[in-house]
């Protein structure tokens, strides 16, 4: 049927996605924009700063914002909930280098549209974003894997650093006397004790340090070398 005057064509009608990119590492989100930009469909809106984001991405809106999270997923973390707190109609979709229990179980409870790995192929990329667009939730094929495996034991989930903390919150110690025999700062150290609630499923020092206990208490860290 031949379109009437006025009339926009299936090509015409195609609604172009707004898509935003938020993360605090320059290098890597100018990449993420740049890719967006070649993608068809899409329009690349702003790539902003994933530490100081808020305000900007309220007043361009997009309709997609990805948001880059890299080894210290804090800050993405916290501008996500700020975004969901003042709930801001807008499709987030998180990339991220390694698929991790606690990276899942944070896009569930916050009800994010994607979560999508760097090693995506382009155009895999492209599929994914517009299946958000549309409304539909993207998650890689093993999500279900990894929390099952992260529920089977999750004192063994953590990683050398969250043992660490964690043995020393058994202790006793402080945000600041932990972070001055680790060598980090005190926010690190409620960045780590955050991550280790959401993995072992508590909400306090006490409930962590149960968990410890029940599993074996603090030999469980000497049996592998400390990281750093």
């Known amino acids: 049927m031949t379109a009437q005057l006025g009339e926009p064509t299936a090509t015409q009608a195609r609604t172009t996605i ?15 924009g740049a890719l967006v930009a070649t993608m068809d469909g899409f329009e690349l809106v702003e790539v902003f700063d994933g530490t100081e984001a808020l305000p900007a991405i309220v007043a361009q809106h997009p309709d997609v914002l990805i948001v880059g999270i890299g080894a ?6 916290d501008l996500v909930r700020s975004l969901r707190g003042i709930a801001l109609t807008l499709e987030i979709v998180v990339v991220a280098d390694v698929l991790t229990p606690e990276l899942v179980t944070f ?3 916050h009800c994010l549209n994607g ?8 155009a895999d990329l492209a599929a994914c974003l517009e299946r958000v667009a549309s409304g539909h939730a993207v998650l890689p094929a093993n999500w279900q894997t990894a929390l099952a495996n992260h529920r ?6 953590l990683s050398e650093r969250q043992l660490e903390v964690l043995t020393l919150v058994a202790e006793g110690c402080s945000y600041e006397e932990i972070g001055t025999r680790l060598f980090i ?3 690190t150290v409620k960045f780590h004790l955050r991550s280790i609630y959401m993995r072992l499923g508590v909400r306090n020092r006490m409930a962590a340090a149960r968990k410890l206990t029940e599993h074996g208490g603090a030999d469980a860290t000497h049996s592998r070398p400390a990281a750093f």
Do not use: G, K, M, Y
């Open 185 to 187: 700062s005190a926010n």
């Open 72 to 77: 210290d997923p804090t800050d993405a973390f």
């Open 107 to 109: 896009v569930l409870e």
């Open 152 to 157: 089977d034991d999750p004192i063994d989930s």
């Open 18 to 32: 707004r898509l935003a990119v938020a993360d605090s590492r320059q290098l890597i989100a100018q990449a993420l």
């Open 115 to 122: 979560l999508i790995l760097t090693d995506t192929p382009p």
